[in-house]
Nanobody, 121 residues
């Protein structure tokens, strides 16, 4: 299994920046893709961006040009650099990992506990 722990959320003014981090532990070699999702109050969880092991990215239209995903494999850490933040970016941000467990011979999906991002003046 894979465990994920996010950090880096907080309160920021519109136009500001934040960088989220997600540290993965456990069977990290079984991960095929990672990503960030977010959930605003009263709304469904939505995709922000995903990154495959082949370095293919898929950004939500709402964050293209403002957010950047990256991964430091040596540190088993996923990052989300968020620039030009808007009030509508306010949400709990979740780290996600998907892969295949050879031990269980089955696919898995792991989620972190989430980190709150609030964009407000």
């Amino acid at each position: 299994q894979v465990q994920l722990v996010e950090s880096g959320g907080g309160l920021v003014q519109p136009g500001g920046s934040l960088r989220l981090s997600c540290v993965a532990s456990g069977s990290t070699s079984s991960i095929n893709a990672m990503g960030w999702y977010r959930q605003a109050p009263g709304k469904q969880r939505e995709l922000v961006v995903t990154l495959t092991s082949g370095f293919t990215t898929n950004y939500a239209d709402s964050v293209k040009g403002r957010f950047t995903i990256s991964r430091d494999s040596a540190k088993n850490t996923l990052y989300l650099q968020m620039n030009s933040l808007k009030p509508e970016d306010t949400a709990v941000y979740y780290c996600n990992a998907v892969g295949f467990s050879k031990a269980a011979y089955s696919p898995f999906t792991s989620w972190g506990q989430g980190t709150q991002v609030t964009v407000s003046s």
